[in-house]
């Protein structure tokens, strides 16, 4: 068995994007450049039949591979590779490198993270978790002869088709297991490390005109929060009439009331239960950073269609941390929160007069810290109505 011998190429490379299936997610998805070194298992196999009583040694070697490539849509990526798939040794002791070129296109058909509860973004538009992908494309094939070995080299382009899985982070960091067939007598196995560049998509933020910082509300100083906000009060709004059969004098009827039990003066909707009184379920955030989740944008725009329809209430936006990481960092990460969702619902069309953000960190858990499902619970947003 021959020693490695490092790839190496420098290329850039330009493909047609896949926009069909960029379209129906306009806006959620980050073109992004990545790069690539992968060891593996070389199988090469020259035809030796015409030559009376030469053969093939040895046909597997030590196979490295560089790789340039940029993901054009959430299932597409254009990918350009080098490879050195080592020597096939013949009998005679004399040998024929293999060296190749590559530009294939990779199809992503499937990632684990679609349907997650806890990790609540599309894998494909991030590239993050388990993707099984196809790949297909054009390779040229390099041949040099170790020793006195002569050779005729056919075909220089071949077809490149392969099978891979890949397990990526969020982060850009990125591993491979694939298989490549560059030739009818070239084929790789291996691993591969990625890394991509750039943030990637931020789900749940749609595009929309920049918010100028002095148009956003000013957030108090995690060591002065007020005290939690009191009751709402509706004096400016008109008072329920008193519905017979209406326990809690909400105006609506016990016999549509859902919330029988609610506090005086509180504005309700048609169900009979307060508009914002607490958690705002669905409504999460990317481990450790403000950037809101797939499935927080339908919580939210949900959200936004009800203050809509009752224009004359205000509302206090409080973010919340688990007790994971320092106490500083929990304040600052719960009021970036805030203002994350703040600026989600103006650029939507709320005024910014009709809201306040405000930041709580750790220190208002309504769970145990200690456990998985507490910590889950304590990282939370609240919409509360303002008197």
């Known amino acids: 068995m021959k020693n490695p011998i490092i790839a190496a190429a420098v290329a850039g490379s330009i493909l047609t994007s896949g ?10 998805f980050s073109k992004r450049l990545y790069i690539g070194i992968g060891a593996g298992q070389s199988n090469v196999e020259p035809n030796t039949e015409l030559v009376d009583g030469l053969g093939l040694a040895d046909d597997t070697d030590t196979a490295a591979q560089f790789t340039l490539g940029f993901d054009f849509s959430r299932r597409l990526t254009a990918e350009l590779h080098y490879a050195d798939l080592g020597t096939a040794v013949l009998t005679d002791g004399d040998g024929i490198e293999y060296r190749v070129g590559a530009l294939s296109g990779l199809f992503y058909l499937w990632n684990g993270f679609g349907a997650s509860d806890f990790l609540d973004f599309d894998g494909l538009d991030r590239r993050a978790g388990l993707s099984l992908y196809g790949r297909l494309g054009a390779s040229r094939v390099e041949n040099e002869s170790v020793g006195d070995v002569q050779f005729e080299r056919v075909d220089d382009v071949q077809l490149v088709a392969g099978l891979g899985l890949e397990f990526s982070l969020g982060s850009g960091l990125g591993v491979r297991a694939e298989f490549i067939n560059f030739d009818k007598d070239a084929n790789y196995s291996g691993l591969t490390v990625l890394y991509r560049f750039g943030s990637g998509p931020q789900r749940g933020t749609e595009a929309s005109p920049p918010i100028e910082q002095d148009e956003l509300p000013t957030l108090p100083e995690p060591s002065f929060l007020p005290a939690p906000p009191p009751l709402p009060t509706v004096d400016s709004l008109p008072q329920p009439a008193t519905v017979v059969g209406d326990g809690d004098n909400d105006g609506i009827t016990d016999e549509l009331d ?53 224009p004359a209430i205000r509302i206090s936006v409080n973010a919340h941390t688990d007790s994971a990481g320092s106490e500083a960092a929990n304040r600052l990460l719960s009021r970036n929160r805030a203002l994350t969702v703040v600026r989600y619902l103006t650029a939507q069309g709320i005024p910014v007069d009709r809201l306040e953000a405000r930041a709580f960190g750790e220190s208002r858990p309504i769970a145990d810290n200690s456990t998985q499902v507490g910590r889950l619970l304590n990282r939370r947003v609240e919409f509360v109505v303002l008197p």
Do not use: H, M, W
């Open 258 to 310: 859902r919330c029988l039990d609610t506090p005086p003066g509180t504005k309700v909707d048609a169900t009979g239960c307060g508009l914002f009184s607490g958690t705002l379920e669905g409504v999460n955030f990317l481990p450790g950073s403000d950037t809101l989740t797939a499935g927080s944008r339908q919580t939210l725009d949900d959200a936004i269609q009800t203050l809509r329809d009752f």
């Open 19 to 28: 926009s069909v299936y960029a379209q129906s997610f306009d806006g959620s």
